[in-house]
C-alpha cells in the first residue's frame, strides 16, 4: 500500500537456529492502530526491537515515510518519529515524574530549548512536561518520586514520556500487562484518545483491549503472519482460533 506511513517488507531475523521472524510484510497506514497478537514467545516483541533500532533483522526492509530505517541507529529513528515507549525499568525512580518526562522532552528538543537559557529553557521543558502530565491525569502526582507511584501510573508515566519525544508513530508494547481492572481501563481510555491524533503499533495480550481499539490486527505464531486483517475478521478466523484465541473468542 502505497500510502503506508511504516512498511515492514519481508523481515527476517534468526537466533541462531530459531527463526523469531519469519518474513514478516505488514503496513501501517496514517491514523491506524495496528495491533500485533499472538502466543507468548511468537516474537511480537523482537518484532518491535527491529522497528526501534534496539535489534537489526537479518533481511528485509522498514520504511518509514519513505526512508529505509534499518542502516540507523535508534536515537537518529526516534529523532525521525518512531518512537517506543519506555519501559517501567526505564523509569528513573528518584526522579520525580514531572522531571522524567521533563528529560525527555529535553532529549528530543533539546537544541530548540537551549537558546531561551537556563531558566526559561527549564520553565518551558517544566510547562511541556505538566501538560503532558495533566493530560494523563497524573497532574496532581508530578511532583511524587517515579518510584513511589503505582503500577498503572508508572505505566501511564511511560506513554506520557514516549509522547514527549513527539513520536510520529507509536510503538507500544504490552502497556496494560500487570495493571488492575480500574488502571488497565484507565490506560485503555488514554489509548482510545491518543489513537485519534497518531498511529499506533500495539502489542498486548489483553484481547478485549486489542478488539476495542485496534483499526486492523495482525497475528504472529511462530514469527509468522498468518492473518491480518479488521478486528472482527480475526475473531472469525478459523485458523487464528485454532493457534491462538482458542476459546477466548467465543
Ligand atoms: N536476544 C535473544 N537471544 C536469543 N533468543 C531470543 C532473544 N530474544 C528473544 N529470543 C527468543 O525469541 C523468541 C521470541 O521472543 P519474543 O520476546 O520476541 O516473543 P513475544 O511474542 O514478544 O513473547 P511474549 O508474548 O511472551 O512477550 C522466543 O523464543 C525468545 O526466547
Redesign the pocket.
Known sequence: MSNALLQLQNLTKN??A?R?TDDVTISVEPGELHAII??????????I?QISGH?RPDSGRIIFNGEDMVPLPMATRAQRGLVRSFQITSILPRFSALENVALAAQARDGSSFRFLGNAAGERALNDTAMALLTRFGLGARARVPAGQMSHGEKRQLEIAIALAAKPKLLLLD?PLAGTSHDESQRLINILQELRKELPIIL?E?DMDAVFALADRVSV?VY?RIIACGTPQDIRDNAEVRAAYLGEEAA
Do not use: M, Q, R, W
Open positions: 537466533y541462531g530459531l523469531v499472538g502466543p507468548n514467545g511468537a516474537g511480537k516483541t523482537t518484532l526491537h535489534a504490552e502489542i495480550h504472529l514469527g
